[in-house]
């Protein structure tokens, strides 16, 4: 075989490989609940509309490794789920594309929260306050509550960072969620969360995955937790007798990012676009509590999954929208406060 042969097949080679090894659309998400539930309302009826093959891979979140990739131009996630301070700071560093709304959807069917230039919001999720009714009779009715040790003794759960304890810190201090942000935003306010975060120190049981804190819940190992209302859900379906206050719960949303360089970009805005349909996104809520950002698919739900979400009135009305602006503006040097707080 001559030279010219060889290197000919050599090109060839170089040219087909990177095309069978991304023959599959890579969907990337936070796992759990959650991705046994998009398994069963995207995932699937995309395959089954005779488009490609998914791979689900699960993370925690890490941009630095989206970041990576398109920094060395080996991009190999296609559609990833990001949450809502991810999705602007990603979209300012040309970590993701920016979205054909065309080949998504009419944006005036979502709300508005929901849509952004490098991406659309797919779920409306809480952070709440959740109890074991089995081990707890006078349920908990607010954030003071949860920082009372004497009317409920027992450890707190808590997620470790900055980002929501604070808030319910303010809250837990006589702090309206109307007004959290406004206090916050300055420094005697910082204070004052810090302050009653510290009361509570000696009693917190810290978690970082979600899973932990109907686990902690379970065991008996808290009393009261912090947690994603999702988490409970899960747990209410298998059996469990866990219960969510949602009183000064605060919800955000996360969403469909296409990676810059994505291998697949016409089948990742598929993706997107079925996913962001009404009927997926009804049928996403059927199998796990959070919230459809297609408002059409609210008239696709029955009553009783409609009361279970952070979007339905009762649970919504005491409830504080996430920050994403002031936690974009001031969230580092709070996360910095808080590392160091907790070491201490």
């Not at 087909?16 to 599959?24: D, R």
């Not at 990833?80 to 069917?109: M, Q, T, Y």
């Not at 209302?229 to 949602?246: F, T």
Request: with cysteine.
């Amino acid at each position: 075989m001559t030279r010219k042969k060889l290197l000919a097949m050599a090109a060839t080679v170089a040219v087909s490989l990177p095309v069978l090894a991304q023959s599959n659309l890579t969907v990337v998400n936070f796992g759990g609940a959650n991705g046994v539930a998009q398994q069963k309302a995207y995932i699937e009826p995309f395959e089954k509309s005779g488009n490609t093959k998914v791979t689900m891979v699960e993370y925690n979140g890490e941009m630095a490794r989206i970041k990576a990739m398109v920094e060395a131009r080996r991009v190999t996630w296609d559609v990833v789920e990001v949450e809502s301070p991810d999705i602007s700071r990603g979209c300012d560093e040309g970590l993701f594309e920016k979205l054909d709304w065309s080949k998504v959807g009419n944006k005036a069917d979502f709300q508005p929260a929901a849509v952004h230039e490098c991406g659309v919001g797919t779920f409306v999720w809480s952070t709440v306050m959740a109890y074991n009714a089995d081990k707890i009779q006078n349920p908990p009715t607010s954030w003071a509550d949860f920082w009372n040790v004497g009317k409920y003794p027992g450890k707190r759960g808590m997620r470790k960072g900055a980002r929501y304890n604070l808030e319910f810190a303010l809250m837990a201090d006589g702090v309206k969620p109307a007004d959290v942000y406004k206090v916050l935003a300055t420094r005697e306010g910082a204070d004052r969360a810090f302050r009653k975060m510290t009361e509570l120190k000696p009693h917190i049981q810290w978690w970082e995955a979600g899973a932990q804190p109907p686990q902690f819940l379970v065991a008996g190992d808290v009393a009261l937790s912090t947690v994603y209302n999702g988490r409970i859900d899960a747990a209410q379906r298998e059996g469990r007798n866990l219960k969510i206050n949602w009183v000064g719960s605060i919800y955000d949303l996360d969403y469909w990012v296409i990676p810059k360089g994505s291998p697949n970009k016409e089948a990742a805005h598929r993706f997107i676009a079925l996913a962001s349909t009404p009927e997926a996104q009804a049928n996403y809520a059927r199998n796990i509590a959070y919230g459809p950002t297609n408002n059409k698919a609210l008239a696709l739900l029955d009553a009783k999954t409609l009361a279970e979400l952070p979007t339905a009135p009762t649970n919504a009305k005491e409830a504080l929208q996430f920050n994403v602006g002031f936690w974009a503006d001031q969230g580092e040097a709070l996360e910095r406060r808080f590392a160091s707080w907790a070491a201490q």
